[in-house]
């Protein structure tokens, strides 16, 4: 079980149009929604869980995600949980960037919590954020993560797009996503909302 107290198990009320995914393999259903400040805790204590013992990891993932909170760049209805019989087991943040002069998304960070993983809930999570960044209005959204998962949602390697890829980042990690069809054409480098310190 997981180390999130019970009292820091979410509550549904008076959220508007949570989601309910059916899991594979009979599992029960998972409820995706926009986090509250009632999820706080429970998430702060969900990503330093889940990026315990990741391999690419700084253990601050769970300060970014407080300060993004209060940042420029916060998108609440992109602060997304999931939850399973009562526990938040997963979350995911997107938060506004820009390349060149352009407005995007950036995903970071997803967290799922160590016993929850391979469930398909960070799955559901990408599938449900691009869906609600396209019904913004967004065309974008950038991610540095993993080469072999992150494609499976349709990032591509971001300098196919013209996105430069900053310092230090690996540009098989650094990947983009058009979220609409129509998007048009970017280029140029990635200014990051300030709470990342790149």
Same mark, same amino acid.
């Given at each position: ?8 198990q979410?509550?549904c ?5 949570p989601?309910?995914y059916t899991?594979?393999?009979? =599992? ?6 926009q986090?509250?400040?009632?999820? +706080?805790n429970?998430?702060y204590?969900?990503?330093?869980e889940?990026?315990a013992s990741a391999?690419h990891?700084?253990?601050n993932e769970?300060?970014?995600?407080a300060?993004? =909170?209060n ?10 949980i ?6 938040i087991?997963?979350h995911?943040?997107f ?5 060149g ?9 997803l967290?799922v ?5 391979k469930?398909?809930?960070g ?5 449900e954020?691009h869906?609600i960044? =396209?019904?913004l209005g967004y065309? +974008?959204s ?5 080469e072999?998962y +992150?494609?499976r +949602?349709?990032s591509?390697?971001a300098e196919q797009?013209?996105i430069?890829v900053p ?5 098989v990690n ?12 970017v280029s ?6 300030k709470?990342f310190?790149?």
């Amino acid at each position: 079980m997981s180390s999130i107290d019970k009292r820091e198990q979410s509550h549904c009320q008076d959220i508007p149009n949570p989601v309910l995914y059916t899991m594979e393999k009979g =599992r029960k259903g998972m409820l995706i929604r926009q986090e509250t400040s009632k999820d +706080y805790n429970a998430v702060y204590n969900l990503v330093k869980e889940a990026f315990a013992s990741a391999e690419h990891s700084d253990g601050n993932e769970q300060d970014l995600v407080a300060a993004l =909170r209060n940042g420029a760049a916060f998108v609440p209805e992109l602060s997304l949980i999931a939850e399973i019989d009562g526990i938040i087991a997963g979350h995911i943040l997107f938060t506004e960037a820009k390349v060149g002069n352009d407005i995007v998304l950036v995903l970071a960070p997803l967290s799922v919590l160590p016993e929850f993983q391979k469930r398909g809930i960070g799955s559901a999570l990408i599938k449900e954020g691009h869906k609600i960044a =396209r019904e913004l209005g967004y065309q +974008y959204s950038l991610v540095l993560g993993s080469e072999t998962y +992150y494609p499976r +949602y349709g990032s591509l390697p971001a300098e196919q797009f013209g996105i430069e890829v900053p310092d230090g980042m690996p540009s098989v990690n650094f990947m983009a996503i058009k979220l609409q069809d129509n998007a048009k054409p970017v280029s140029g480098a990635v200014t990051y909302a300030k709470e990342f310190g790149i």
